[in-house]
Each structure stands twice: as C-alpha cells, then as structure tokens.
C-alpha cells in the first residue's frame, strides 16, 4: 500500500534559511526570498543600523585569552552586507564589531576591538525573521506570505484527501483471520492449572518447549489450549511467545469517539528524547473523528488508552521488537506523544502511578496536552 510522508506540524515557512558555519571570522548568513529593498527597509525597521551598548562582554566574545575585569564600557555595531542570490531573493551577511574601553594600569588604556563569538549576529538574524514573519508590511513580503499560505493550504487538502481515501480503504477490506498465539514453556514440570490461581486442581506437568496455543490473557495468567478440547492455565513468567505478532501485519484503525488511528509503522527513533533515542519506536498517526482537523479532543487520554494497548499487543513479541510508542496527532494544535515500553509496562502493572507514569512520557508542546492533564 502507498505510503505517505506526513508533516507533523505546518508553521508559516516564510524564508529559507542557510546558516554558515558558527566559527570565528565567518560571518553567519541567512537567505530571504524577498528583494534587497524589502530587506533593508526591514533592518532598519528593527535598528540593525545602530549600535548598542552591551551589558557586559561574558557572553558575547570569544573569551580565549579576554580578562573581561579589564575592560569597560562594551559597545557593538553590526556590518551588514545585501547580497542578490536567485530571483527576488536576498542573502544577509552579518558581522558584529565589538569594542570595550581597556583600563590597564600601565598606560596602555584604549578602545580595543574584540572576536564576536556570534550570538549578536544569529540573534539579529533571528529578530529579522521573526520581523519579517510577524510584522512586516511591505507588500512583497505579504505577497509571499500569501503565495505560501496558498500553497500550504492546497498540501494540507491533498494530504487529507489521500489519509481519507486511505482509512476508507481499510475500513472496506475484508477482515483478517487473526494469526494463532503460541506459548513455549521453559522449564520442565511446568504446571498446568484449572484456574488462574495457584492451588486449583493440577491438569498436568508440561515439558520444558511444550508448545500451547494462548486463547486468552488474564493479567499475570494465561489461558492455554489443551488435548481433547480441554483448556488450562499457565503463569505468564513462566513461557516464551512465538508467532504473537506477524512481521507484515497491516496498520489497524482504531476508531474512538475523538480519535481515528490511521497508520502504524515500526522505524528507527529519529528524535533527541533520551529514552528512545538510538531505538526502534512504533509510529502511530491519529486524527480527530470527522472530517476537519479544526476537531480535536482528549489528547493525553487517547494517548494513554494507546499506549497500554499497544503495550498488551507488543510487549511480548518476538518479532520486530520495539523499544516505545509515538502517538502522532493530525488536528490543526498537533502533539507528538511518547512513552518507553518498559515505562508503560510498570503504569500497566501497578508499579508507576499515573502521576509519575506522565512525568515519564515526552510530550511535544506540553501545552498540546496541558488542557487534558487536569482532567486525568
């Protein structure tokens, strides 16, 4: 089945940025699809043309060799240089000149010009994005604000129509016959009990890799097919898992009264969330029920239905082993949910309150999920 690359969330991209490497005497530079006239109205609009006072030097120089005691009065100016780039396009390069009054004692005082490490000129940079997304009112800039809105708009129809087309397709396929769950005993005179509790009638004494089909989980137990139609019980520590998960198992959808998952993938972790990082995760998208994603509902509590779902699904399968889950939201707020397995094994088992269980999980933004802690 085709599959599609989904973008998690859809913010206003309104330049391209190319960042030069962060070295002393490289000045940084950024790329801006407007004009150079739009650009330095813009500059000017924000005062890069005149210099400051700095509060101190700490911070802003490149301290090898700098006893920042010595000197007063710290002072920046910027260079900044307009460079024409593709069609109505605009490279800023920016250098910052810092200077400070030396107060040596020997006679030598004076104004000495000091390294930038580079935070004056990415933070002007970054003013100037910020100017030229938010504020600015020159009409090229809203002309491509437009143009971009535009485009975004028909991308985000597209992507919708197709996630449709897609959940309708697999909600008219014809449902799969489940595969069989088989259960290896690992140790030999393993009893077989009645009942899920110790001290029922002993049905028999299994051999170590006697092999029974699971038809039924029951917390720590599990209820196993016997000879002659009989079934019995086995404590779940006591076995090994074989042919619990197909390897090509299509995406399930799983419909709730807010929420609609519509694909499932296993694939390596590609964030910086320490818990995962460097892991496989299973990826699962959501969407609100219905057909806008201005809907949106109880994010943190479909999270956590997932969560332990997919964690009675998984947790014992020996194919394809995955390490978390990552919940996906599709609705126009966005949120990434995710959680270690072996955090949601201990919330599932009783050993992690919920409280702490959440101080676990990676939220991304918090304030996604924020709205919905105070009410779980």
């Known amino acids: 089945m085709k599959r599609h690359l989904l973008t998690l969330s859809i913010p206003l991209l309104l330049f391209a940025v190319a960042v030069v490497a962060q070295t002393p005497?490289?000045?940084?530079?950024?790329?801006?699809?407007?004009?150079?006239?739009?650009i330095k109205a813009a500059l000017q609009?924000?005062?890069?043309?005149?210099?400051?006072?700095?509060?101190?030097?700490?911070?802003?120089?490149?301290?090898?060799?700098?006893?920042?005691?010595?000197?007063?009065?710290?002072?920046?100016?910027?260079?900044?240089?307009?460079?024409?780039?593709?069609?109505?396009?605009t490279q800023v390069r920016i250098a910052a000149k810092v200077s400070a009054w030396y107060a040596?004692?020997?006679?030598?005082?004076?104004?000495?010009?000091?390294e930038s490490n580079g935070r004056l000129e990415n933070d002007l940079l970054d003013r100037l994005s910020e100017y030229l997304e938010n504020k600015s009112a020159d009409?090229?800039?809203?002309?491509?604000?437009?143009?971009q809105a535009r485009t975004q708009r028909e991308d985000a129809k597209r992507q919708l129509a197709e996630l449709e087309a897609e959940l309708q397709h697999l909600k008219d396929a014809p449902p799969k016959k489940p595969e069989k769950e088989f259960a290896s005993v690992m140790r030999a005179q393993t009893t077989v009990w009645s009942a899920p509790a110790e001290g029922s009638k002993v049905l028999l004494k299994a051999l170590a890799e006697d092999q029974?089909?699971?038809?039924?989980?029951?917390?720590?137990?599990?209820r196993v097919a016997l000879e002659d139609s009989r079934n019995g019980w086995l404590k779940r520590s006591q076995v090994e898992w074989s042919g619990a998960v197909s390897a090509v198992e299509p995406p399930k959808v799983t419909i709730t009264k807010e929420f609609t998952v519509i694909r499932e993938m296993s694939s390596d972790f590609?964030?910086?969330?320490?818990?995962?990082?460097?892991?496989?995760?299973?990826?699962?998208?959501?969407?609100?029920?219905?057909?806008?994603?201005?809907?949106?509902?109880?994010k943190l509590q479909f999270a956590k239905s997932v969560f332990l779902q997919r964690y009675n699904e998984i947790s014992h399968a020996s194919q394809n082993p995955v390490?978390?889950?990552?919940?996906?939201?599709?609705?126009?707020?966005?949120?990434?949910?995710?959680?270690?397995?072996?955090?949601?094994?201990?919330?599932?088992?009783?050993?992690?309150?919920?409280?702490?269980?959440?101080?676990?999980?990676?939220?991304?933004?918090?304030?996604?999920f924020t709205a919905t802690n105070s009410r779980n």
Not at 25 to 38: G, H, K, L
Not at 63 to 79: C, N
Not at 139 to 147: G, K
């Open 104 to 114: 040596a004692g020997n006679g030598d005082s004076a104004y000495r010009t000091l």
């Open 139 to 147: 009409p090229a800039v809203l002309q491509v604000r437009i143009q």
């Open 323 to 368: 390490a978390g889950v990552v919940v996906i939201f599709l609705d126009q707020q966005g949120g990434v949910a995710a959680a270690s397995l072996d955090d949601i094994r201990l919330f599932a088992d009783g050993s992690l309150s919920q409280e702490a269980f959440l101080k676990k999980c990676s939220f991304d933004p918090p304030s996604s």
């Open 212 to 222: 029974f089909e699971v038809l039924e989980h029951r917390g720590a137990w599990l």
């Open 25 to 38: 005497n490289v000045a940084p530079t950024r790329e801006y699809p407007f004009p150079e006239a739009s």
């Open 45 to 89: 609009n924000i005062g890069a043309y005149t210099g400051s006072r700095l509060p101190t030097l700490d911070g802003f120089i490149n301290m090898e060799g700098v006893h920042p005691e010595e000197y007063q009065r710290p002072y920046y100016e910027f260079k900044i240089e307009l460079l024409p780039a593709a069609s109505d396009h």
């Open 270 to 298: 590609s964030g910086e969330w320490a818990r995962l990082k460097g892991k496989r995760a299973l990826y699962i998208w959501a969407r609100p029920e219905g057909s806008g994603l201005n809907l949106t509902g109880n």
